[in-house]
Structures are given as structure tokens and as C-alpha cells.
């Protein structure tokens, strides 16, 4: 099979437009959500597929839900437009090499994949603007541990950006502890954010979430700093029904993006904690048997939402489950219910969930790199050079995909 090429920036407009349209002719297939619906709209559409999917034992779903290449290649034999889809929405890789070492000293309390990934994300940055000249600033920055190594390395002072008063003073005192030159400054980005912006400026923002590293890119669409380093995160983390595109291609597209359509892009667990998967699993077996007895005791044939619940209610017994979301949601149950039966059927409704997501899998990466060419195209109609890659493998963290935009000259 013949590989494409990584998208260039001479291609993010025809890329947005290709992608956009295989999205839309396969739309039925990712924007149903199993988890409400078995089997999905378009299981009698895709009888092989649904047979195959339904088939799968517990240990061939794990392989195909850990391996995204196999599993492309898997469902591809049902659904040939897969691999185009895949080739077309493929990036370059950053040069991250280089040796960090000598900083290792400051990663004292930070995760060893967190730590990873700030160094391949300031070793992308190094390798594409190097040396840095201008002040960087920080966007939603926490401790600003990215802004300490980045002060080190090239002794640019830093200005960390962070809305929670506690975490700057930590930050600050970290900054002290490193002779860093790093000033925190208590803010929200979305209202006060833009004034601390100037076209001197090299902004950087590592896993902003949703609204917030949205509201930067159009920040820097007015303030226009001279370099831009996003690795954006948390796509559905927004205020909006509907996704608004940022570029002129987007907003002449059809193809439009619920804020449930944009959690696809974070259907990820490689990072995941095993408890955390066990207790995840757990609750929508319980959400889903839940399910399956209101619509019996309520004579209702339609899903009904289940708000999210402290742990503590996974230490009872299902029934217990039950009766607190019954009273939450203000449903009477019956007397005679076999609860039992009913954790059964959230079990095996879990299962065919689970399998025929596996669908929704595949459309994972095509949405989040169509988005992110939303915001390259976005870059580009404000003078800028844009770079579009990956900065660390999908292992260290799924959302690796960073925007490196550097201002040109008018």
C-alpha cells in the first residue's frame, strides 16, 4: 500500500475540503453513539460489518482497540473509503532530538510522560525557531513547568499565564527554586488574557483545552504575536452547541460538529490508569443496566442520560445504583424488579457497545487533524507560516498534534 505524504502547508486547504467530505459521506457511521442506541442506525446498512463486530471475543476487541493501524485495516474490508481517509489526514513528525539532561534537575513532582512530553514539545519548538529572541508567554500555563525549561534553555524571560491563584503562587516559588525568570500572573486568559499579548512576543500553550486555546488563535489573529506553539487538547470543551470554524474554508464547509461529535477526537485510553478503565467500565455497565430497566419500569424505548456520580456509588450494590439514579432522574421503580437480570443486560449491552465503537475509533485522528487545519488555514489568512506535525508519539500522549506558526514579514 502506497503511503501519502505528510500534509504540507501548501495543502491544508485541499485537505480540509478532502477530509471534510469523506467525513460527511461516511457521517452516519461516527456521529451515532452506540452507547445509546444498539444496535446503531446503520448496523442493517452494514450487516457484515455489525456480524463481524458482534462477533469479536474479549481478546481480539482489546488487540483492535490498542492497535489503530490493524484496526483500520480491519474495517477497511468493510468500508473501503477508511483508507483514503487515513492517508489523506497523515503528519509530519517533529524533530524532537536533543538532549535535556542537564534540566533534569527541575522535573522533580512532574509525571516521567508529562515530563516527556514538555521536553519533545520544547525540543519541536528548538528545531523549528531556533534561537528564540522574544519574551515567551505561557497560555493557561499551570506551573509553568514548560516555561521554566523554556526560560533555561534560552534565558527568554517568561510570562505564565494561570487562572487558579494557588497554583501561581506554586508556580513561583518552583520559578525560585530553579533561578528561572518566570513571573506568574493570575488571570483569565478568555477576558484579560489578550493584554499581556504584543507582536514581540513567542506564545506557547501545551494542552489548552477546547475554548481556551481557541480563544488564543484569535487572539493572535489581532495581537499577532511573532510566534505561535499550540498543542491544542479537549476539543468538546466549549461553550458552543456547535463547533464554529475559525478559517473562510471552514465556515463555507456543510460539515458541522456537535460538541458530542468533538469527543470523538478524545476517544483515547492509552494514558489511562487501569483502576480508572476498571471504574470507567463499571459505571456504564451499571449506566447501561440502568437503562435497560427504566425503559421496562417506565415503559420508555428512549435512552435516558445519566448525570455523572461520585465512586462511592460503585461500592454499593447495583440496586443501590438504581434507587439513587432513580431518585435523581425522579422515577418511581416497581417493587418487583430482578436486579440481577438487569446488571446482566448492562454487561452484555456494554459489550456491543464497546465493539461497534470501535467504528467511531478510526474516525478519530481525521476529525482532530481537520480541526487543527481549521486552525492552521485560520494562521495562514493572518500572514502566517504555519507547521503542522506531531511532537511525540501517540504512546507519550494521543493529543500530540502541535501548530507552529511564525509571523511574516509584511
Known amino acids: 500500500m502506497t503511503i501519502a505524504a505528510p500534509i504540507t502547508a501548501s495543502e491544508y486547504a485541499s485537505r480540509f475540503v478532502e477530509i471534510s467530505d469523506h467525513l460527511l459521506d461516511c457521517q452516519v457511521l461516527w456521529s451515532t453513539k452506540p452507547f445509546e442506541d444498539i444496535p446503531p442506525p446503520w448496523a442493517n446498512t452494514f450487516p457484515e460489518l455489525s456480524r463481524w463486530l458482534t462477533n469479536l471475543d474479549d481478546q481480539q476487541y482489546s488487540h483492535y482497540a490498542a492497535n489503530i493501524d490493524e484496526l483500520n485495516h480491519a474495517l477497511s474490508a468493510f468500508i473501503p473509503a477508511i483508507t483514503d481517509l487515513q492517508k489523506i489526514s497523515r503528519l509530519h513528525s517533529f524533530d524532537t532530538a536533543g538532549d535535556n539532561a542537564q534540566y533534569r ?10 515530563w516527556q512530553q514538555i521536553c519533545e514539545f520544547s525540543a519541536a519548538l528548538d528545531q523549528t525557531i ?43 516559588q518552583l520559578a525560585q527554586r530553579d533561578h528561572a525568570n518566570i513571573n506568574h500572573i493570575n488571570c483569565n486568559v478568555i477576558t484579560t488574557g489578550a493584554d499581556q499579548i504584543n507582536s514581540h ?6 494542552h489548552a483545552c477546547g475554548d481556551l486555546h481557541t480563544h488564543l488563535l484569535n487572539v493572535a489573529g489581532c495581537t499577532r504575536p511573532k510566534t505561535l506553539a ?79 456520580l ?56 481525521p476529525l482532530e487533524v481537520l480541526l487543527n487545519l481549521d486552525y492552521c488555514l485560520f494562521l495562514q489568512q493572518h500572514n502566517y507560516s504555519v507547521q503542522l506535525g506531531e511532537f511525540s508519539d501517540y504512546q507519550t ?6 501548530l507552529l506558526a511564525t509571523q511574516l514579514k509584511e
Open 310 to 365: 461520585p465512586e462511592k456509588l460503585l461500592k454499593g450494590s447495583f440496586k443501590e445504583f438504581c434507587q439513587q439514579v432513580a431518585k435523581i432522574k425522579k422515577i418511581t421503580l416497581k417493587e418487583s424488579i430482578d436486579y440481577h437480570h438487569f446488571e446482566q443486560l448492562g454487561v452484555e449491552r456494554y459489550k456491543k457497545t464497546q465493539r461497534y465503537s470501535l467504528v467511531r475509533y478510526i474516525f478519530r485522528r
Open 397 to 402: 500522549t494521543p493529543r500530540n498534534i502541535m
Open 130 to 172: 531556533n534561537p528564540i529572541e522574544t519574551p515567551i508567554i505561557e497560555w493557561c500555563a499551570g506551573k509553568s513547568h514548560l516555561g521554566r525549561l523554556l526560560n533555561l534553555k534560552t534565558t527568554q524571560p517568561v510570562t505564565a499565564l494561570e487562572i487558579d491563584p494557588a497554583i501561581c503562587q506554586s508556580g513561583q
Open 201 to 206: 512576543h513567542t506564545v506557547v500553550a501545551l
Open 230 to 308: 499550540i498543542a491544542p487538547c479537549c476539543y468538546q470543551l466549549t461553550k458552543h452547541e456547535q463547533k464554529p470554524w475559525l478559517s473562510n474554508i471552514g465556515m463555507q464547509s456543510t460539515l458541522q460538529l456537535s460538541r458530542d461529535d468533538l469527543k470523538i477526537a478524545l476517544m483515547d485510553t492509552v494514558v489511562a490508569r487501569k483502576r480508572n478503565i476498571n471504574i470507567r467500565n463499571k459505571f456504564n455497565e451499571w449506566r447501561l443496566g440502568f437503562d435497560e430497566l427504566q425503559r421496562i419500569n417506565s415503559d420508555n424505548n428512549n435512552y435516558l442520560p445519566v448525570p455523572a
Open 105 to 114: 534537575h527541575i522535573n522533580t513532582g512532574i509525571a516521567d510522560r508529562k
